[in-house]
């Protein structure tokens, strides 16, 4: 996948919800406030969606959040993004979409429950998950999501839309370790080789830093998929024996979202290989496992998968 064709398999294209040009704006596309709120959160409705959402999604990352105040976990999970947002400081905008007062909008995107939760890239819908989350899971796929919005140019940081809300005290642990910011600000940067140069150097310092290793395993993945050639998929399905070719098609899978494609191909191509091409394959997909982290219970199903192919 390059920078500049990013495509996603039910992507959804977005121009058709922009206002013409002179389109009034209405309240709405100021800084949330109150408990979902945040230095990085907007509320939207129809007529600010083509500025807030749309032509913001050129520079930065816009997670788009449709919630509604009668769906249970609308509220919490509200919570968990704005707090979220305050902490990734600008790498992604958050968007908030009451279905009830913007019903074209939900139904333009096709929402059927809510909470649900896209992102949008260069005015394209990616599909991040349905329902409440924890903080932890919902870090999962913003990391996901950085990822991709680097591998396609989307390096932007926001600045900030509102005043900070302060941090209560016993959350100060959670604050972003000032360990991994060489790294962070270099994918930040589009600087995937100095990426990788900080990631390496962290892990050589401390060979068991699993946040590290997790990094340089994205970051890579990034580099792979960006100089993927063009006829790759038909490269590997021409010749199912090079097995560089099918470990690409597995990387642009990840990084288009079929998570479970990308882990079922590689396991097939280490189902009928032996030796080196085997161990070859094995470690690149323990490598995409550290990409999607080991809480994803995709990862537990195709470990377990992995080891009744290995024995």
Do not use: C
């Not at 926001?158 to 991994?180: C, F, I, Q, T, V």
Request: proline residues 6%.
């Amino acid at each position: 996948m390059s920078q500049s064709n990013f495509s996603r398999p039910g992507a959804i294209d977005l121009s058709a919800l922009r206002k013409p040009a002179g389109a009034p704006a209405a309240a709405g596309g100021s800084a949330a406030g109150g408990s979902a709120g945040g230095s990085y959160v907007l509320n939207v409705n129809e007529p600010t969606f083509q500025s807030d959402v749309i032509e913001r999604s050129l520079q930065v990352p816009v997670v788009v959040e449709f919630w509604s105040p009668r769906a249970p976990g609308s509220a919490e999970l509200g919570q968990v993004l704005a707090k979220l947002s305050t902490e990734y400081a600008g790498k992604f905008v958050l968007a908030r979409i009451d279905i009830d007062a913007n019903p074209q909008l939900a139904q333009a995107v096709g929402v059927q429950s809510v909470p649900l939760v896209i992102a949008v890239l260069r005015g394209q819908v990616v599909p991040l998950f349905q329902g409440p989350l924890g903080e932890a899971e919902a870090r999962q796929y913003l990391d996901q999501l950085l990822t991709v919005a680097v591998a396609n140019g989307v390096t932007g940081r926001a600045e900030p839309l509102g005043p900070a809300a302060e941090a209560p005290a016993a959350e100060e642990e959670d604050a972003p370790n000032p360990r991994y910011a060489k790294a962070e600000d270099a994918v930040g940067a589009g600087d995937l080789e100095g990426a990788i140069a900080a990631y390496e150097e962290l892990i050589k310092e401390t060979p068991n830093d699993a946040e590290a290793k997790s990094g340089l395993a994205r970051v890579q993945l990034v580099k792979r998929t960006q100089e993927a050639p063009a006829d790759i998929r038909t490269r590997a399905a021409d010749n199912p024996d090079d097995l560089e070719a099918q470990m690409l098609v597995a990387d642009v899978d990840l990084m288009g979202g079929h998570i479970e494609d990308a882990f079922s191909r590689l396991i097939k191509v280490i189902q009928t290989t032996a030796g080196d091409e085997r161990n070859t394959v094995r470690l690149h997909l323990l490598e995409l496992f550290e990409v999607v982290g080991a809480e994803d219970e995709r990862v537990g199903k195709a470990r377990r998968r992995l080891m009744a192919a290995l024995f």
